[in-house]
């Protein structure tokens, strides 16, 4: 497969990916156990074209995908990753997301990344997990076999990524 096909194909899982995580949300804020919301990178105005539309750029990075709050207060924030592959590799965060969810975590935040493998199986791995990747796996990837006691359910489109998650 040429590389513009499989980037088209990756774009498209991922928004699909992002789509399901959004209906996660939508009814955890339905249900009342969490208020999270999609981060969008801010953008600076470079020129007006016309009414609602104009050249932008991104401003700053925006740290990571999901923030949000917990029923009681507890902060949460997560990164998404999809990937069509065996594995995941760590260095699909930036640096500067690993120091965002870091600091997050030393301040008290419940920290994670939520992985998909081919849109039918996910998994939240703890921060921590992902930070000591090395340590933990003695490998900077995860496989599937690696993280099963990290995978959580999907039902109906909705991806159960705070089921049993503490706070």
């Known amino acids: 497969m040429n590389n513009a096909i499989k980037g088209k194909k990756n774009r498209a899982a991922g928004e699909l990916f992002e789509k399901m995580i959004s209906a996660s949300c939508d009814w955890y804020l339905s249900e009342?156990?969490?208020?999270?919301?999609?981060?969008?990178?801010?953008m600076k105005v470079i020129k007006p074209l016309s009414l609602g539309r104009f050249v932008a750029c991104f401003a700053k990075k925006s740290g990571?995908?999901?923030k949000g709050t917990l029923a009681g207060g507890k902060a949460v924030c997560f990164e998404a990753k999809h990937t069509d592959t065996k594995i995941m590799p760590r260095s699909r965060l930036e640096e500067w997301q690993i120091d965002y969810l870091k600091d997050h975590m030393e301040m008290g935040a419940i920290t994670f990344v939520l992985l998909s493998f081919g849109l039918e199986r996910f998994y939240r791995i703890p921060f921590e997990y992902w930070l000591n990747m090395k340590q933990i796996f003695g490998k900077i990837s995860v496989s599937e076999k690696d993280?099963?006691?990290?995978?959580?359910?999907a039902v109906g489109g909705k991806i159960k990524f705070l089921d049993n998650i503490g706070g």
């Open 32 to 42: 009342k156990v969490a208020k999270i919301e999609k981060q969008c990178e801010p």
């Open 64 to 66: 990571v995908d999901y």
């Open 147 to 153: 993280i099963q006691k990290f995978r959580i359910p």
